[in-house]
């Protein structure tokens, strides 16, 4: 059986960090780190995240602030909060919610957010420096970000002679993923829903990567025997055991077949889940660290 790895664990153990830096900060600079994030719509999923978001925000002592829009919110209105949030020196991080209601040009928000208040480091300065290996300089991407903690508790710093496979392509993760990989010198193939036989490409990687949001799409068959396996994906799927009009939650990966090949392997939930709740809140602390010089 493969060896579990708790992202509650590590997640509370890096938000552990993140209150003793801002203590610090508080002390020593007079400034406590802002987070802002905005929701507009009412899907129910994004509301539990944006949720915990604010809630972790809070409890990390940061001044929390939650936008929550409505439906009808034209870009107009959006822009010009986000144009606010810019230019509020109390608001060190400035979160857009994703996915944004249809109307709406997500990529324009997105990118007018400053990019040093860019705490989900979506905007392409961002983007940019974590895909040319300058991992230091800009706000890097919080679920690829917490992925590579477990990539890097398991095999160290150094991936070189690894082969790795991510499955998605995403801005939001798979791209900085690969990047990030790619960086900690790992052999990296991007698969995505245009890849010939997936199942085969999968069966080289000695850490396989899934976010795809297919439920439970990776299959025991598609495993290395002793594989490290990073399970990215949250799908609400129907569970009518647990009663009319209830769901529980499972990964892209088919976790109990799985276990039984995988070396390593996360769990849905309670593995990358939380961790990028976590590093939200160490991005935001590392912005407010940089604007206190
Ligand atoms: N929607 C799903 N994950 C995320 C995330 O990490 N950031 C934002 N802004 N939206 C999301």
Redesign the pocket.
């Known amino acids: 059986m493969a060896e579990l790895i708790d992202g509650r664990k590590v997640a509370a153990e890096m938000i552990a960090s993140v209150k003793a830096a801002t203590s610090a900060l508080k002390a020593e600079a007079a400034s406590t780190p802002g987070l802002a994030v905005i929701i507009v719509g009412d899907d129910p999923a994004?509301h539990a995240?944006v949720g915990a978001k604010s809630k972790m925000a809070k409890e990390c002592g940061y001044n929390s602030i939650q936008h929550t829009l409505p439906e009808a919110t034209t870009q107009e209105e959006l822009s010009s909060l986000v144009q606010t949030l810019n230019r509020d020196p109390s608001v060190h991080g400035v979160?857009?919610?994703?996915?944004l209601p249809k109307h709406l040009d997500s990529e324009a928000i997105i990118q007018s957010i400053l990019p040093e208040k860019d705490v989900?480091g979506?905007h392409v300065v961002n983007a940019g420096k974590v895909a040319t290996g300058d991992l230091d300089g800009g706000l890097v991407s919080?679920?690829p970000a917490g992925a590579m903690l477990f990539v890097r508790r398991t095999h160290g710093a150094d991936l070189s002679g690894l082969s790795v496979v991510v499955i998605g392509r995403s801005n939001?993760f798979g791209k900085p993923m690969s990047a990030l990989l790619l960086a900690a010198n790992a052999t990296v193939t991007t698969a995505h829903s245009r890849t010939k036989d997936l199942p085969a490409v999968c069966r080289n990687a000695d850490i396989l990567v899934a976010a795809v949001g297919r439920p439970e799409m990776v299959k025991a068959d598609w495993i290395k025997p002793g594989a490290t396996v990073i399970d990215v994906g949250i799908n609400r799927v129907p569970a009518p055991d647990k009663g009319e009009g209830k769901f529980r939650l499972v990964g892209d990966v088919a976790f109990t077949e799985c276990e039984k090949v995988a070396g390593v392997i996360t769990p849905v939930p309670g593995g990358v889940g939380p961790m990028?709740i976590a590093m939200l809140m160490a991005n935001t602390v590392i912005a407010a660290y940089r604007k206190a010089g």
């Open positions: 994004s995240y979160l857009v919610q994703l996915p989900d979506l919080c679920t939001l990028t």
